[in-house]
């Protein structure tokens, strides 16, 4: 790679970690190890495609869509169905509810199947269409609105009542 288009993917990459990686969290409810994983394992291929990512109207927007299935395809893999605990870490606690409403939330993330997690994610995190969630996934969007109705629904499930006291905080 040439050393401007090095430049340019090092400025590109800097500016997009953040999101990408505040988006893995999600996508993996909360696995921190495994976000950095994804978040890494995207930036690499964005790396080898640069040429023509760059090119691209929103390299951001190719970005996601790298990570979204990057963590789709590893959902699919056997060996990704290994966690080594299920148990949050003992942290030191702040007194405020949002560190036990992200942790609430996460849980409830992690229960919902990999692709409606993905979903809820795109829709509601990243804030996309229906029709775009429906071209990073690579399904109807007919999938996507099923897909979101059942996990919303089994979200409101696992919160219960609380969903609307986390609604009002």
Do not use: I
């Amino acid at each position: 790679m040439r050393q401007g288009r090095a430049d340019e993917y090092a400025e590109f990459a800097v500016a997009r970690a953040g999101q990408l990686y505040r988006s893995a969290c999600l996508l993996t409810a909360g696995d921190t190890h495994l976000a950095e994983d994804l978040v890494q394992e995207t930036f690499g291929r964005l790396y080898v495609r640069w040429g023509r990512v760059s090119r691209v109207g929103n390299p951001a927007g190719y970005a996601q869509t790298v990570l979204t299935r990057t963590f789709l395809a590893h959902q699919r893999r056997r060996s990704s169905r290994e966690r080594a605990t299920d148990v949050f870490p003992d942290a030191p606690g702040s007194g405020d509810g949002d560190a036990s409403l992200r942790l609430t939330l996460l849980d409830a993330l992690a229960r919902l199947p990999a692709k409606d997690r993905a979903v809820v994610v795109l829709r509601y995190w990243e804030d996309r269409s229906v029709e775009e969630t429906a071209d990073v996934m690579n399904v109807s969007s007919a999938a996507v609105r099923t897909r979101s109705s059942r996990a919303l629904g089994r979200l409101r499930e696992l919160l219960g009542e609380d969903l609307a006291e986390y609604a009002r905080s």
